[in-house]
RNA sequence: UGGGGCGUCGGCAAGUGGUAAAGCCAUCGGUUUUUGGUACCGACAUGCGUAGGUUCGAAUCCUACCGCCCCAGCCA
């Protein structure tokens, strides 16, 4: 739990989809005895992301919606990239998520055996072959979409010698790409998938998990069905990418010895704006050091956001809210924020702490006095209780709260102007005292002691409020300021002779040395994120010391300061012609404005 | 020159023939506020890729066209 352990609702609020009305549709009408069971099937080779949590969130979430239940089963197939390190961090992840599976997670290659056999059942049925061509000319004789396929020459043995030759191929006999187990379906199918595709090739390869007792592995094609069969899966959900292997996989479980036959159903991949998912780039990132890690609070995946501060319940509340369908679009980021801020709102405490210190004094406070406020944990819940903060008369303010010239609208500090110190008392700035360069390194000011507390004594009306720390007490703390790892918002979009890398955004993260935060933050335990009001959320970081406070920013709260600031400044209001003028069609698909990224 | 999908507001997405299209995010305006946060109120598609057709009536049915995505791994 990165926030504070309180009960996760989950609400089921997200819109009707497709897959439930199908599901519902099929325990109407009686299918598959009325049972729903589900199954998540990631292949152990890379750490599961947001995209990967929206898979979860359907796979897991129509299980538990319909009472039934969700497996989890990795889809080691191929021993190539798979590793037990990966096998871990995705349970952990799921885990994390609030999800449950059913019984203990199950593997493909747990049923090695089980496919061997169905394997020789096909042999023996005439529905499959040894095919001993090699890879280019298997290729060759697939054809292609415009060229129907030309049968191979083996395609008629014998079912004794095909028999044989696969008791051989998983005896080791033969080295890799001597002999694949093709399916015989139909070399002329205009789906490419049909044309007698690969069962089963031969790979040297230790596995993670059976070690060295095969060198024949299945395919994700025919390992997959089955799999689901054996598991008696009645919804097995996937990607769109699979539709044009859902024949093939009906052929699987109509022609090999299992007793049901579950349905697959495809839905639309999770694509986020100014994020990267998918595997391989991501895989990219880390080994060219671009990040610093899997877990990189900048990386999207689940391990990278749990490090950052964003709370599970946010991540599946978003997944609800952006639906299920056919269609592959992308999903405005601002949504996913917007997730993560409802819920952190919820249940961080808030805290101050100065990013940027700029020390205040105040002239009229004693020089050894010192006051101690007490301020409510979370302004909406009393629960979370009230912590101490001390007062004193030198104090931190953040630098961005002051303005030697202040600009029009402005409710912050500056030359003159009095402010409150949030919980505590009313100020005036008398002078600004600045260093041989000009810049400003320390403000004057005095307080009004009747407005202890921070009411102003005759009611008048003090707009600003600034957070502020004790310079005496404070502590100090290293604050890492994450922003969207891409500039732009498809990464994916590149001119010639470039690469997603050309994106990256270069102030995905800057690192303050100096912030200083109020003291009783220093008790909050590493992986919980608070607020730290005014400013932001931030979780503290595995990477705090006794004597050093490491804060991760995972996101800013929203800032309508700064936007008003830019529209006034920018003088041209930009935005009119959408008001009215019905600007007939829409034209420019393919560039979106998207939010301006944070500043770092 | 194939096969499989998909086209509803800037983004996601409801809607499944009934009489002028939910919701959320974003955006804009306002109220409350000791976080310029939160909360709350309001605005935001005479329009459903285009063109025809069927019908008393169509985003929903039919036809044609256009556009976008996926498929030619011994990856999943």
């Not at 593997?107 to 089980?114: I, M, N, Q, T």
């Not at 005759?458 to 707009?463: L, Q, T």
Request: hydrophobic letters at 35%; one cysteine or more.
């Amino acid at each position: 739990m990165t926030t504070d352990g309180k009960t996760p609702e989950r609400s089921e609020d997200g819109p009707s989809n497709f897959v439930r009305e199908l599901i519902a549709a099929d325990i109407e009408g009686g299918k598959h005895g009325g049972r729903v069971q589900t199954r998540f099937p990631p292949e152990p080779n890379g750490y599961l992301h947001i995209g990967h949590a929206k898979a979860i969130c359907v796979d897991f979430g129509m299980a538990q919606e319909f009472g039934g239940q969700c497996n989890l089963r990795f889809d080691d197939t191929n021993p190539v990239a798979e590793d037990t390190e990966f096998v871990e961090a995705i349970q952990r992840d799921i885990a994390w998520l609030g999800f449950e599976w059913a019984g203990e997670p199950r593997f493909a290659s747990d049923y090695f055996e089980r496919m061997y056999e169905c394997a020789q059942h096909l042999i023996r049925e005439g529905l499959a072959y040894v095919d001993s061509q090699s890879l280019e000319a298997i290729r060759e004789g697939r054809g292609n979409f415009y060229k129907p396929g030309v049968e191979s020459p083996h395609r008629e043995r014998s079912v004794e010698e095909n028999l044989d030759l696969f008791a051989r191929m998983r005896a080791g006999e033969f080295e890799e790409g001597a002999h694949v187990l093709r399916a015989k379906i139909d070399m002329q199918h205009a789906n490419l998938n049909m044309r007698d595709p690969l069962l089963y090739r031969i790979l040297k390869q230790h596995h993670h998990r059976t070690g060295d007792a095969w060198c024949i592995y299945p395919m994700y094609d025919y390992a997959h069905p089955l799999g689901d069969a054996i598991e008696d899966i009645t919804h097995s959900l996937c990607s769109l990418e699979f539709q044009d292997h859902r024949p093939l996989y009906d052929w699987v479980v109509a022609n090999c010895p299992v007793d049901t036959h579950p349905e697959q159903t495809e839905f639309g991949r999770l694509n986020l704006g100014y994020t990267i998912v998918s595997k391989r780039k991501l895989r990219q990132l880390v080994e060219e050091k671009h990040v610093d890690g899997w877990d990189d609070p900048r990386m999207p995946t689940l391990s990278a956001l749990r490090r950052r501060g964003v709370p599970p319940e946010s991540i599946v509340r978003f997944c609800e809210r952006i639906g299920v369908s056919k269609r592959d679009g992308v999903v405005d980021v601002t949504l996913f924020e917007h997730a993560i801020r409802d819920r952190l709102n919820e249940v961080a405490p808030r805290y101050m702490g100065v990013l940027r210190p700029l020390k205040l004094v105040i002239e009229n406070y004693p020089e050894d006095g010192e006051d101690v406020f007490h301020a409510p944990l979370h302004p909406e819940d009393e629960s979370y209780g009230r912590r101490d903060i001390p007062f004193c008369r030198e104090l931190y303010i953040d630098r961005e709260d002051f303005r030697e010239e202040a600009p029009r609208k402005w409710f912050r500090l500056a030359p003159g102007k009095e402010v409150r110190l949030r919980y505590a008392c009313l100020v005036t700035c008398t002078e600004v005292i600045k260093d041989e360069a000009g810049e400003v390194v320390e403000l004057r000011c005095t307080w009004d002691p009747a407005s202890k507390g921070g009411k102003a004594p005759d009611g008048r009306k003090v707009k600003g409020t600034l957070h502020w720390v004790s310079a005496r007490h404070a502590k100090p703390a290293q604050v890492r300021l994450y922003d969207r790892l891409f500039r732009v918002e498809n990464p994916l979009d590149v001119e010639e002779g470039k690469t997603f890398l050309d994106h990256v955004n270069p102030d995905s993260l800057a690192v303050l040395a100096d912030a200083r935060v109020e003291p009783a933050l220093v008790e909050v335990e590493a992986g919980r994120t608070v607020q730290l009001e005014r400013t932001g959320y931030f979780c503290v970081d595995r990477d705090t010391t006794e004597g050093q406070l490491v804060l991760n920013r995972t996101i800013t709260l929203r800032d309508s300061w700064a936007k008003l600031e830019k529209k006034l400044k920018g003088g041209a209001p930009m935005v009119k012609g959408q008001k009215k003028g019905k600007n007939k069609k829409k034209k420019n698909k393919g560039e979106q404005a998207g939010g301006a990224p944070d500043k770092a």
